[in-house]
């Protein structure tokens, strides 16, 4: 039989015959698994005629058929995913702990609309379901690309899974041309408990839980173990669409429903926060029966041309937010209590725990903020926990709230041993010896060690290569850390530089470290190179400068533009007066704080001269603000001043920004538009004697139509 002879016996004749049975047996094979759900022969004989017919093509080139089973799309690709840009970025949302924080919620939404509370305003409650966010895209009704949520702005493409879910038609009817529908892949408990034995029999590592299953299993590079996971998905949003479905959130989900996705049936609409309160708690009763997780209530707001005016913020959708369930608890005994130096050479005090299980995952630290949090104090020196301190041997309660670090709840202090000490916070940094210092109104003691004390250099290299700054492809902390330790990388500007140190010449070296072989290598020289093209609001979030977060590297990267007009303004603002220092302040979403650690951080010496050192090494993208087709004020200064009448200043602001515009609080120079409601006083005077355009509500409306 053709099967059993070695492919190297092959004359060609036989091989011509070996590949069409391989071909008809593969196509046979996929059409049962695929099509059928109905597997007519093992993965292990699946892969067996694979290889086998991959050998022959390799023997024989010339041979390969036209429909050669290698070819085929959807077959298991051999290395990660690629990425995919996502046409609208995939947002997260804000959360709501307390009925209060729902009834702000509505307030907020309210005032940026201006809303008055005797208005209807309506909204939908539904699950929030606790599973990883897809990006479906169907052109003229087919199915052409599935992405995970990834950074929000780029994912995986995951295609080729995602057509394996029953609940995902891989084509609908009667859909407009460009069709992005979202929601939740998630894995029912029962499953995951199968999923899970079955994992432990076949000794392969258990799943923490459903979560992780689905993402582990959605995730595979091998379509058909996905295929094998029981997944589904319920559509709760939508992408890019070429069409509007509805003119409401509920509309949407009809639409989407009648077009064959799954929907949440517990979807409702309400006309006010106690209508959401009483929906979550129905949902809440319901939840241990509902066979799925869910970890909260989703409430958004119902019409979506409420929904464009309320806009986003940075990473947050203004119109919905979810409301969480509380946390599970669990008792537990610290075991130590340890500091931990942060970039900022913040000494943070961690609990090691006893593990201990809390809502599925285990738990073994938990953070313990600061000195007057261990003590029984908050930083006004009022007491939490009734004063009660926290030491070494004490049994405590935990929590986990969303993804976020455990917490200690309380602490159990009938169960606490005799003779037990007080914990005493350390005067000195643990890793260097440098003096820790707490400033007079400060939470925090810090390390006075700077660039000398070897846990800041670590901790300032991990946010140096996060996914939100430089995100380089296999340089995460592990490795950072790795390289630090071995005095390959100290500084920022030294992962530039690797590739001439050690890459070209020696790259012997790397492949000497632990888990680094000559593929890999080279795939992280490749991904250092590509990381010197840096888009500015990366670098400046990348640089670790204190209270500058992601959401305020991008104001000043649209602010500025270019790295050297923003590094000139920072030089230029040292001594924090003069212009520059000015505009610096008067950036909408700057305070002082945050404006002098940006001099002081762009004045320290040793500081200026890595900084140098590593730009040297990049070429920075400029940030243009989003540039809006059609806009009349896409990169002009504004300002508002005085009461607005048709809008809220806030809907104004972010409305002006949506266009391109740079809202500012100070009228100055370089001000453009200066938009003068009644009562403007101050700032309109300035804009006249300063020449600015004055306009008034309406002709700003008129202006921007
Ligand atoms: S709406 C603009 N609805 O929660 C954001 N999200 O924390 C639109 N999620 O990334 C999201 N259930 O993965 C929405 N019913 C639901 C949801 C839901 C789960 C996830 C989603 C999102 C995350 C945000």
């Given at each position: 039989?053709?099967?059993?002879?070695?492919?190297?016996?092959?004359?060609?004749?036989?091989?011509?015959?070996?590949?069409?049975?391989?071909?008809?047996?593969?196509?046979?094979?996929?059409?049962?698994?695929?099509?059928?759900?109905a597997?007519?022969?093992?993965d292990?004989?699946?892969?067996?005629?694979?290889?086998?017919?991959?050998?022959?093509?390799?023997?024989?080139p010339?041979?390969?058929?036209?429909?050669s089973?290698?070819?085929?799309?959807?077959?298991?690709?051999?290395?990660?995913?690629?990425?995919?840009?996502?046409?609208?970025?995939?947002?997260?949302?804000?959360?709501?702990?307390?009925?209060?924080?729902?009834?702000?919620?509505?307030t907020?939404?309210?005032?940026?609309?201006?809303?008055?509370?005797?208005?209807p305003?309506?909204?939908?409650?539904?699950?929030?379901?606790?599973?990883?966010?897809?990006?479906?895209?169907y052109?003229d009704?087919?199915?052409?690309?599935?992405?995970?949520?990834?950074?929000?702005?780029?994912?995986?493409?995951?295609?080729a899974?995602a057509?394996t879910l029953?609940?995902?038609?891989?084509?609908?009817?009667?859909?407009p041309?460009?069709?992005?529908?979202?929601?939740e892949?998630?894995?029912?408990?029962?499953?995951?408990?199968?999923?899970?034995?079955?994992?432990?029999?076949?000794?392969?590592?258990?799943f923490?839980?459903p979560?992780?299953a689905?993402?582990?299993?959605?995730?595979?590079?091998?379509?058909?173990?996905?295929?094998?996971?029981?997944l589904?998905?319920?559509a709760?949003?939508?992408?890019?669409?070429?069409?509007?479905?509805?003119?409401?959130?509920?509309?949407?989900i009809d639409?989407?429903?009648?077009?064959?996705?799954?929907t949440?049936l517990?979807?409702?609409?309400?006309?006010?926060?106690?209508?959401?309160?009483?929906?979550?708690?129905?949902?809440?009763?319901?939840?241990?029966?509902?066979?799925?997780?869910?970890?909260?209530?989703?409430?958004k707001v119902?019409?979506?041309a409420?929904?464009?005016?309320?806009?986003?913020?940075?990473?947050?959708?203004?119109?919905?937010?979810?409301?969480?369930?509380?946390?599970?608890?669990?008792?537990?005994?610290?075991?130590d209590?340890?500091?931990?130096?942060?970039?900022?050479?913040?000494?943070s005090?961690?609990?090691?725990?006893?593990?201990?299980?809390v809502?599925?995952?285990?738990?073994?630290?938990?953070?313990l903020?600061?000195?007057?949090?261990i003590?029984?104090?908050?930083s006004?020196?009022?007491?939490?926990?009734?004063?009660r301190?926290i030491?070494?041997?004490?049994?405590?309660?935990?929590?986990?709230a969303?993804?976020?670090?455990?917490?200690?709840?309380?602490?159990?202090?009938?169960?606490?041993?005799e003779?037990?000490?007080?914990?005493?916070f350390?005067?000195?940094?643990?890793?260097?010896?440098?003096?820790?210092?707490?400033?007079?109104?400060?939470?925090?003691?810090?390390?006075?060690?700077?660039?000398?004390?070897?846990?800041?250099?670590?901790?300032?290299?991990?946010?140096?290569?996060?996914?939100?700054?430089?995100?380089?492809?296999?340089?995460?902390?592990?490795?950072?850390?790795?390289?630090?330790?071995?005095?390959?990388?100290?500084a920022?500007?030294?992962?530039?530089?690797?590739?001439?140190?050690i890459?070209?010449?020696n790259?012997?070296?790397?492949?000497?470290?632990?888990g680094?072989?000559?593929?890999?290598?080279?795939k992280?020289?490749?991904?250092?190179?590509?990381?010197?093209q840096?888009?500015?609001?990366?670098?400046?979030f990348?640089?670790?400068?204190?209270h500058?977060?992601?959401?305020?590297?991008?104001?000043l990267?649209?602010?500025?533009?270019?790295?050297?007009?923003?590094?000139?303004?920072?030089?230029?603002?040292g001594?924090q007066?003069?212009?520059?220092?000015?505009?610096?302040?008067?950036?909408?979403?700057?305070g002082?704080?945050?404006?002098?650690?940006?001099?002081?951080?762009?004045?320290?010496?040793k500081?200026?001269?890595?900084?140098?050192?590593?730009?040297?090494?990049?070429?920075?993208?400029?940030?243009?603000?989003?540039i809006?087709?059609?806009?009349?004020?896409?990169?002009?200064?504004v300002?508002?001043?005085?009461?607005?009448?048709?809008?809220?200043?806030?809907e104004?602001?972010?409305?002006a920004?949506?266009?391109?515009?740079?809202?500012?609080?100070?009228v100055?120079?370089?001000?453009?538009?200066?938009?003068?409601?009644?009562?403007?006083g101050?700032?309109?005077?300035?804009?006249?004697?300063?020449?600015?355009?004055?306009?008034?509500e309406?002709?700003?409306?008129a202006?921007?139509?």
């Amino acid at each position: 039989m053709a099967e059993k002879t070695e492919v190297k016996s092959l004359d060609e004749q036989q091989a011509i015959v070996e590949l069409k049975r391989l071909a008809k047996a593969m196509a046979q094979a996929d059409v049962a698994y695929h099509q059928n759900d109905a597997p007519e022969i093992s993965d292990a004989e699946y892969d067996a005629l694979k290889s086998r017919n991959a050998e022959i093509e390799t023997l024989f080139p010339t041979l390969k058929r036209r429909d050669s089973p290698s070819d085929k799309v959807g077959a298991p690709v051999s290395s990660g995913f690629s990425k995919v840009k996502h046409a609208v970025a995939m947002m997260s949302l804000g959360n709501a702990f307390t009925d209060d924080d729902v009834a702000e919620f509505d307030t907020r939404i309210r005032k940026f609309l201006n809303i008055a509370d005797d208005q209807p305003l309506e909204y939908t409650a539904e699950p929030k379901i606790d599973g990883l966010s897809l990006s479906l895209r169907y052109e003229d009704g087919l199915l052409v690309q599935a992405a995970t949520r990834g950074d929000g702005e780029f994912g995986e493409n995951v295609t080729a899974n995602a057509l394996t879910l029953s609940d995902i038609p891989a084509s609908i009817i009667s859909a407009p041309d460009i069709l992005e529908v979202r929601g939740e892949v998630y894995m029912s408990r029962a499953d995951f408990a199968a999923l899970n034995d079955t994992q432990i029999l076949n000794d392969a590592k258990p799943f923490a839980n459903p979560r992780n299953a689905a993402a582990g299993s959605l995730r595979q590079l091998d379509s058909k173990i996905t295929k094998s996971r029981p997944l589904h998905f319920f559509a709760y949003a939508l992408g890019e669409v070429s069409e509007d479905l509805s003119d409401t959130q509920s509309g949407i989900i009809d639409r989407l429903s009648h077009l064959g996705f799954s929907t949440n049936l517990l979807m409702r609409r309400c006309s006010n926060p106690s209508e959401l309160i009483e929906h979550y708690s129905k949902i809440e009763r319901g939840r241990a029966t509902l066979g799925y997780d869910i970890d909260g209530v989703v409430y958004k707001v119902d019409n979506l041309a409420l929904q464009t005016r309320l806009g986003f913020r940075t990473n947050t959708p203004r119109w919905a937010i979810a409301h969480k369930f509380p946390a599970e608890l669990a008792q537990t005994i610290v075991e130590d209590i340890e500091i931990q130096v942060g970039r900022t050479g913040a000494l943070s005090p961690v609990a090691r725990l006893k593990p201990v299980t809390v809502g599925g995952v285990v738990v073994s630290n938990a953070t313990l903020h600061n000195e007057d949090y261990i003590a029984g104090r908050d930083s006004f020196g009022n007491l939490i926990r009734e004063g009660r301190d926290i030491r070494k041997g004490d049994w405590v309660t935990v929590y986990r709230a969303g993804d976020v670090i455990p917490k200690i709840k309380d602490v159990d202090v009938s169960r606490r041993k005799e003779g037990s000490q007080r914990y005493e916070f350390p005067s000195v940094c643990p890793e260097c010896g440098s003096d820790a210092i707490r400033e007079e109104g400060e939470a925090v003691a810090r390390c006075t060690g700077g660039l000398i004390c070897p846990a800041q250099a670590v901790e300032k290299l991990k946010h140096f290569v996060s996914r939100a700054a430089f995100d380089i492809d296999g340089l995460g902390a592990k490795q950072v850390e790795t390289f630090y330790l071995d005095g390959w990388v100290k500084a920022p500007a030294d992962i530039f530089s690797l590739y001439q140190r050690i890459g070209s010449g020696n790259i012997q070296q790397l492949k000497n470290f632990e888990g680094w072989g000559a593929k890999s290598a080279q795939k992280l020289f490749d991904a250092i190179k590509t990381k010197q093209q840096i888009p500015l609001n990366r670098l400046i979030f990348a640089l670790g400068i204190r209270h500058v977060g992601e959401s305020t590297a991008m104001t000043l990267a649209r602010h500025y533009g270019t790295w050297d007009t923003f590094n000139a303004a920072m030089e230029n603002a040292g001594d924090q007066r003069g212009s520059e220092w000015e505009t610096l302040n008067a950036i909408d979403g700057v305070g002082g704080v945050m404006a002098a650690a940006l001099v002081d951080y762009f004045h320290e010496v040793k500081t200026r001269a890595a900084l140098e050192d590593l730009v040297k090494h990049l070429s920075v993208i400029d940030v243009a603000a989003p540039i809006v087709e059609g806009s009349t004020v896409g990169g002009k200064v504004v300002v508002f001043t005085g009461t607005l009448e048709k809008m809220t200043r806030a809907e104004a602001k972010a409305n002006a920004e949506a266009l391109g515009a740079k809202v500012s609080g100070s009228v100055s120079a370089k001000t453009d538009i200066v938009v003068a409601g009644p009562g403007a006083g101050s700032k309109r005077k300035k804009a006249e004697e300063l020449g600015v355009k004055v306009l008034s509500e309406d002709e700003w409306l008129a202006l921007i139509g």
